[in-house]
């Protein structure tokens, strides 16, 4: 005699209430898990210009980004920055840079992916272990442009080829990330985090200087002659002979962003089941 359909439902209601529930907790603890906000602070560089202050602020940088908590113990996040660096042979303590007399400035635009490690267990909107210091270390890409202002003027360095290497370097360079900084659930929904973070790039041309000078001969742009080499504007005496050092000998620039941020989480019912 077969299985009736009253009791065929009576048989599989129950897993099937069981599979509906489970399913309901994994999508809300997933839920629980994202968080989105905005970022802003300063923004830095150390390479040529700036070879000895590791904490030189020299423009600002904002964005955007997504966290996802794996646990109270790891995330990941995705961001988009946009930021300025800048520096200049002006203001520096040192003669031997001071009678050098390059500057720049350069927008960059990284996307980076990051993974982040608390040092407490911290769940954003849970009610407890509101505070945590981590470290992070990623990885990113990042757009840039050096620039220079000429006589009133601003030109974009790469194209111009100041120490005439045979072609224009890239415009974009993978960089390490990382650094550290502290998290706080300052309300329910909303955390506060501040941060220092440093950028290895695998370029030495975040500020177009790198190499040698090289021969005055060799330019045919007026411009880029007059930028290659500005040692003499102030009092006529140029310093930059050809072949000699332009850059320091370091192969990566660094740029670097001091930043608080402000986080969204998408909280839902707990699942006690």
Same mark, same amino acid.
């Given at each position: 005699?077969?299985?009736?359909?009253?009791?065929?439902?009576?048989?599989?209601?129950?897993?099937?209430?069981?599979?509906?529930?489970?399913?309901?907790?994994?999508?809300?603890?997933?839920?629980?898990?994202? +968080?989105?906000?905005?970022?802003?602070?300063?923004?830095?560089?150390?390479?040529?210009?700036?070879?000895?202050?590791?904490?030189?602020?020299?423009?600002?940088?904002?964005?955007?980004?997504?966290?996802?908590?794996?646990?109270?113990?790891?995330?990941?996040?995705?961001?988009?920055?946009?930021?300025?660096? +800048?520096?200049?042979?002006?203001?520096?303590?040192?003669?031997?840079?001071?009678?050098?007399?390059?500057?720049?400035?350069?927008?960059?635009? +990284?996307?980076?992916?990051?993974?982040?490690?608390?040092?407490?267990?911290?769940?954003?909107?849970?009610?407890?272990?509101?505070?945590?210091?981590?470290?992070?270390?990623?990885?990113?890409?990042?757009?840039?442009?050096?620039?220079?202002?000429?006589?009133?003027?601003?030109?974009?360095?790469?194209?111009?080829?100041?120490?005439?290497?045979?072609?224009?370097?890239?415009?974009?360079?993978?960089?390490?990330?990382?650094?550290?900084?502290?998290?706080?659930?300052?309300?329910?929904?909303?955390?506060?985090?501040?941060?220092?973070?440093?950028?290895?790039?695998?370029?030495?041309?975040?500020?177009?200087?790198?190499?040698?000078?090289?021969?005055?001969?060799?330019?045919?742009?007026?411009?880029?002659?007059?930028?290659?080499?500005?040692?003499? +504007?102030?009092?006529?005496?140029?310093?930059?002979?050809?072949?000699?050092?332009?850059?320091?000998?370091?192969?990566?620039?660094?740029?670097?962003?001091?930043?608080?941020s402000l986080s969204y989480t998408f909280l839902s019912q707990?699942?006690?089941?």
């Amino acid at each position: 005699m077969g299985i009736r359909r009253p009791q065929l439902l009576n048989l599989f209601m129950p897993r099937l209430l069981t599979i509906i529930l489970l399913f309901i907790c994994f999508t809300t603890a997933r839920a629980q898990k994202w +968080e989105f906000g905005v970022l802003a602070g300063g923004s830095g560089y150390m390479g040529d210009l700036n070879q000895r202050n590791p904490l030189q602020v020299s423009g600002v940088a904002a964005g955007l980004f997504a966290r996802y908590n794996f646990s109270g113990y790891a995330a990941a996040r995705l961001s988009i920055t946009k930021a300025q660096i +800048e520096g200049a042979d002006s203001t520096s303590r040192f003669k031997q840079q001071r009678d050098r007399n390059l500057s720049f400035f350069t927008p960059l635009t +990284e996307v980076a992916l990051i993974g982040e490690l608390n040092f407490m267990e911290y769940l954003p909107g849970a009610g407890y272990n509101s505070f945590t210091p981590y470290i992070f270390l990623g990885l990113a890409s990042a757009n840039y442009n050096p620039q220079a202002n000429y006589n009133g003027q601003s030109y974009e360095l790469r194209s111009l080829r100041t120490e005439q290497q045979r072609v224009p370097y890239k415009n974009s360079t993978l960089a390490v990330p990382f650094g550290a900084g502290v998290k706080y659930n300052i309300l329910g929904k909303l955390s506060l985090t501040g941060e220092v973070g440093y950028r290895t790039a695998y370029t030495d041309r975040l500020d177009d200087v790198s190499g040698l000078y090289a021969p005055k001969s060799s330019f045919t742009d007026p411009i880029a002659r007059a930028l290659s080499d500005r040692s003499g +504007e102030r009092n006529g005496i140029y310093i930059g002979d050809a072949g000699t050092q332009r850059g320091d000998t370091r192969k990566h620039d660094t740029y670097m962003f001091f930043q608080i941020s402000l986080s969204y989480t998408f909280l839902s019912q707990k699942c006690y089941y």
